[in-house]
Nanobody, 128 residues
Framework: QVQLVESGGGLVQAGGSLRLSCAAS??????????MGWFRQAPGKEREFVSA????????YYADSVKGRFTTSRDNAKNTVYLQMNSLKPEDTAVYYC???????????????????WGQGTQVTVSS
């Protein structure tokens, strides 16, 4: 139903910023039909929730570990969701994934299993 491609990852020093983008191509339903989530996974660790945003962008959710530093937004006209990451810390190092859920609002947005579609991920590395 929807293909997702993340971009914008890279190597940055602690305290720096990156903006991740997730470009969506929806074959049936429009991009605005999907709530979107951001997750990350470090080597040897489980995938963890980072942020989420509702279909229209009016409601956002953040993990406690990133509140005040990360901001998610979406541009439905461009079929794109963003994750602005500021004040990056070494513990933010992970592969970051975007995910889409048609049933957003009827599922737990914090749980990976709630999302139907996933991108390939983009690596974020924060050096000390």
């Amino acid at each position: 139903q929807v293909q997702l491609v993340e971009s914008g990852g890279g190597l940055v020093q602690a305290g720096g910023s990156l903006r991740l983008s997730c470009a969506a191509s929806a074959s049936g339903r429009s991009f605005s039909s999907y709530g979107m989530g951001w997750f990350r996974q470090a080597p040897g660790k489980e995938r963890e929730f980072v942020s989420a945003i509702s279909r229209g962008g009016g409601t956002t959710y953040y993990a406690d570990s990133v509140k005040g530093r990360f901001t998610t937004s979406r541009d439905n006209a461009k079929n794109t969701v963003y994750l602005q990451m500021n004040s990056l810390k070494p513990e933010d190092t992970a592969v970051y994934y975007c995910a889409a859920d048609r049933l957003f609002g009827f599922r737990n947005v914090y749980t990976p299993n709630s999302y139907e579609y996933w991108g390939q991920g983009t690596q974020v590395t924060v050096s000390s």
